[in-house]
């Protein structure tokens, strides 16, 4: 059976989290949730981690939905907690591991910083395949049911034979009905957020932050995602000489 680790930098009690981890049992894969303890957002690739006597602190924290699956709150961050799970620190080694679902979109070339996707990279330095699911911003609430909905045929992909990928899948928070599609996509050159310095004084500087227009590169992920497309862009520096074809994934409304 498949070993799965399914993590994410918003923390262990984000309800993204447990809805991964609800679809991993659904397809029958043995699942482990380890997750920061507290939000990690930002932490990239970060191997930062709060000891106690030199220790790690990992806490049992169960999910009610899903009482049969094992479940800890690290005090880390989700690239720490997938080297350390690859190392055995949780029981036998993931074959796969599933980050996400993120509190909003990972896109452009700022996905550099996004602890979701570094979690993701992370298992893929150590030839495993990986996926991060992002659930994009807006509405009036979280629609977590589409972000499982258009995961679960490339985790379907993803347990299959095949070299190392890691995929990076952003989800429009909508109805499931109002999605157009699932479609492969290049990174945006830039982030959701423009960040501008507008001040340096003695001992401080002050930073401006701005939202990007997606729209101004219409084929990116961002620019699909702002228009109901989901998109799927393999992040393929770190499988390099593998040759990645995500074209027979294909999701249909």
């Given at each position: 059976?498949?070993?799965?680790?399914?993590?994410?930098?918003?923390?262990?009690?984000?309800p993204g989290l447990h809805a991964l981890a609800g679809l991993a049992v659904e397809l029958g894969l043995e699942v482990l949730v380890a997750a920061p303890a507290r939000e990690s957002s930002g932490a990239s690739a970060s191997l930062g981690a709060v000891e106690e006597s030199?220790?790690?602190?990992?806490?049992?924290?169960?999910?009610d939905a899903l009482p049969s699956v094992q479940s800890l709150a690290v005090r880390a961050a989700p690239a720490?907690?997938?080297?350390?799970?690859?190392?055995?620190?949780?029981g036998a080694e993931p074959d796969l591991v599933l980050s996400g679902v993120n509190q909003g979109p990972n896109?452009?070339?700022a996905v550099l910083h996004s602890g979701t996707v570094g979690a993701a990279m992370t298992a893929a330095a150590y030839g495993r395949r990986s996926l991060a699911v992002s659930l994009a911003a807006g509405g009036d609430q979280w629609r977590w049911a589409t972000a499982v909905a258009i995961a679960r045929p490339v985790v379907e992909w993803l347990v299959q034979p095949g070299a190392v990928t890691v995929l990076n899948l952003n989800v429009p928070n909508t109805a499931l009905e109002r999605v157009r599609g699932l479609r492969r996509a290049p990174l945006a050159s830039f982030g959701a957020v423009q960040t501008k310095?507008?001040?340096?004084?003695?001992?401080?500087?002050?930073?401006?932050?701005?939202?990007?227009?997606?729209?101004?590169?219409?084929?990116?992920?961002?620019?699909?995602?702002?228009?109901?497309?989901?998109?799927?862009?393999?992040?393929?520096?770190?499988?390099e000489g593998s040759t990645i074809d995500v074209n027979g994934l294909e999701f249909v409304t």
């Open positions: 059976m498949t070993k799965v680790l399914v993590t994410n930098d918003d923390g262990i009690d984000s030199g220790r790690v602190v990992v806490e049992p924290r169960p999910i720490f907690i997938v080297r350390s799970a690859l190392h055995g620190a949780f896109t452009g070339h310095v507008t001040e340096v004084g003695y001992g401080y500087v002050h930073l401006e932050y701005s939202e990007v227009d997606p729209t101004h590169e219409p084929e990116s992920d961002a620019g699909l995602l702002a228009h109901n497309w989901a998109c799927i862009t393999p992040l393929v520096p770190l499988c």
